[in-house]
C-alpha cells in the first residue's frame, strides 16, 4: 500500500456464524461506537446510530426493532413508503431519516413519512419542503447536505455556499435546520472530510453532524459526527444496488 492511499475500510467482519446476524452485527456495531467514544473522550450517547435498512426487508428492520435499534435510515421515498409505515404504527418512537436525494415530486409523502431529511441539498428543495410544511404541518429536521469534495457530479451545497443557504432556509422560509452531512468522495481520506464537516457545523451552531459510513464511522466518530450511518455492517451486504 503506497502512503497516499486511503486506510483500509474498517468493516466489521463476522467472527463467528452466529455474529452473521442483525442482531450479532448490530451488537458489534454499538460496541465500536462505545469503544470509540471512550477512546475520544465522548460520551457514547452523544452519537446516533443510523441503521440504513435501504434493499433489506422489513424482516431485517423488525431484528433490529428487536434489539432496541430505532432509528433507522432509507435513500428512496418509494421503498420507505413499502416498508415503515405499518413499523411506524408498532413502534411510535421509531425515526426514520432520509439520506438519499430527494426529488420535489416526493416531497409530499417524503414530509409525511420521514422524522429527519438528511439530504436538503439545493434552493428549489428546500421551497418545496417549505411549502409542503406550511400546507401539512409536519416538520421534519432537516440537514445540509455538504458537498464538501465540491465534485461537480454529487449533490449538496458548495462549503462556500452553506452559510447563506442556512440563513436563506432558516430566515426566509423557516425550515427546522439542526445540521450537516456529507458523503465523501470514495476515492479520498475521510477524516479531512469529516474535519471540515464537523468545523463548520461548529461555526454555524449546528448541533447535528451526520457522517461516517461501515467503511469509516469511528474515524466519524473521532472527528465530531452525531450520526453515523451504518448499513452493510449491520445488515450484510445488500441484495441489489441501491440507487
Ligand atoms: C447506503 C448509504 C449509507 C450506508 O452505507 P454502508 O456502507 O452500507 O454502511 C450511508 N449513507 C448514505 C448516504 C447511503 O446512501
Redesign the pocket.
Known amino acids: 500500500m503506497t502512503p497516499t492511499q486511503p486506510a483500509k475500510p474498517n468493516i466489521v467482519t463476522p467472527a463467528t456464524p452466529a455474529d452473521a446476524t442483525v442482531t450479532g452485527r448490530l451488537a458489534m456495531v454499538r460496541g465500536a461506537i462505545a469503544a470509540t467514544c471512550a477512546a475520544a473522550g465522548r460520551d457514547s450517547g452523544a452519537v446516533t446510530l443510523v441503521a440504513?435498512s435501504?434493499t433489506h426487508p422489513a424482516e431485517a428492520v423488525e431484528e433490529a426493532l428487536a434489539n432496541g435499534q430505532r432509528v433507522f435510515?432509507e435513500?428512496r421515498v418509494q421503498e420507505a413508503k413499502g416498508k415503515f409505515p405499518e413499523l411506524k404504527g408498532r413502534f411510535p418512537d421509531l425515526e426514520l431519516h432520509l439520506?438519499?436525494p430527494l426529488q420535489t415530486n416526493k416531497v409530499k409523502d417524503a414530509v409525511a413519512l420521514f422524522d429527519v431529511i438528511q439530504t436538503l441539498d439545493r434552493p428549489k428543495l428546500a421551497e418545496a419542503l417549505a411549502e409542503e410544511m406550511a400546507k401539512s404541518g409536519r416538520r421534519p429536521r432537516c440537514l445540509i447536505e455538504v458537498n464538501t469534495g465540491e465534485e461537480p457530479q454529487k449533490a449538496g451545497i458548495a462549503p462556500a455556499e452553506v452559510e447563506s443557504f442556512l440563513a436563506d432556509c432558516r430566515d426566509r422560509l423557516g425550515l427546522p435546520v439542526t445540521g450537516l452531512m456529507c458523503?465523501p468522495p470514495v476515492d479520498e481520506e475521510p477524516a479531512m472530510h469529516f474535519a471540515l464537516l464537523s468545523d463548520m457545523a461548529r461555526r454555524l451552531g449546528l448541533a447535528e453532524v451526520s457522517m461516517g459510513?461501515?467503511?469509516d464511522y469511528e474515524t466519524a466518530i473521532r472527528f465530531g459526527a452525531t450520526h453515523v450511518?451504518?448499513?452493510?455492517?449491520i445488515f450484510g451486504s445488500?441484495p441489489y444496488p441501491?440507487?
Not at 229 to 233: D, E, F, K, L, S
Open positions: 440504513v435501504k435510515g435513500n439520506i438519499g458523503i459510513m461501515s467503511g450511518r451504518v448499513g452493510t455492517a445488500r441501491a440507487a
